[in-house]
T-cell receptor, first 115, second 112 residues
Framework: GAGVSQSPRYKVAKRGQDVALRCDPI?????LFWYQQALGQGPEFLTY????????KSGLPSDRFFAERPEGSVSTLKIQRTQQEDSAVYLC?????????????FGAGSRLTVL | DQQVKQNSPSLSVQEGRISILNCDYT??????FLWYKKYPAEGPTFLIS?????DKNEDGRFTVFLNKSAKHLSLHIVPSQPGDSAVYFC???????????FGTGTRLQVFP
């Protein structure tokens, strides 16, 4: 597609539920990033893929967070046993190259609300 | 430890006047900086960037200035337009890992 597509756009979960957030990057983009944006804050890095390889997951806040990109295109961010502090907008971004040219194209985000 | 800081959470400017958004950083290894603009319910979109080998980069109404000795950069919008009303984020790529580190953002409101 023309841009980065994320689904669902809005998700309400009860505390303890598992959620899965999907990202369709721009076709052919090698690098894919997940960010978490809490209310009133800037995006904070979660994890980074280069093709199907997860090269950096240092930003994942706990082992309840898991991300995958098995075929080097679509990526899924999974949050197990959601907690209220997980409420945030989850942004996916991609870029065509592996390194350099640090302009990321972002999707519109998935807003997660945990009750 | 916040490596990229935007100390003004909001800014209100009259249409036609200059908007100046500020950003400070602490990591002297940063060598490239970007500004992103975000409208409600949309993802951030790239606006303008600057390399540390320059002290100014201009693109139409948008100019970014970099003062490396002060570890400070600013985004100037001249003239400001109501469509510029958005949240602006300053960002820098981490030297070691290549991930972008964002500031907390400044909400700009341009009123008629």
């Amino acid at each position: 597609g023309a841009g980065v597509s994320q689904s669902p756009r809005y998700k309400v979960a009860k505390r303890g539920q598992d959620v899965a957030l999907r990202c369709d990057p721009i076709s052919g983009h090698v690098s894919l990033f997940w960010y978490q944006q809490a209310l009133g804050q800037g995006p904070e890095f979660l994890t980074y893929f280069q093709n199907e390889a997860q090269l950096d997951k240092s930003g994942l806040p706990s082992d309840r967070f898991f991300a995958e990109r098995p075929e080097g295109s679509v990526s899924t961010l999974k949050i197990q046993r959601t907690q209220q502090e997980d409420s945030a907008v989850y942004l996916c971004a991609s870029r065509p190259t592996r390194t350099g040219a640090n302009v990321l194209t972002f999707g519109a985000g998935s807003r997660l609300t945990v009750l | 430890d916040q490596q990229v800081k935007q100390n003004s959470p909001s800014l209100s400017v009259q249409e036609g006047r200059i908007s100046i958004l500020n950003c400070d950083y602490t990591n002297s290894m940063f060598d490239y900086f970007l500004w992103y603009k975000k409208y409600p319910a949309e993802g951030p979109t790239f606006l303008i960037s600057i390399s540390s080998i320059k002290d100014k980069n201009e693109d139409g109404r948008f100019t970014v200035f970099l003062n490396k000795s002060a570890k400070h950069l600013s985004l100037h919008i001249v003239p400001s337009q109501p469509g510029d009303s958005a949240v602006y984020f300053c960002a820098a790529p981490d030297y070691n890992t290549d991930k972008l580190i964002f500031g907390t953002g400044t909400r700009l409101q341009v009123f008629p």
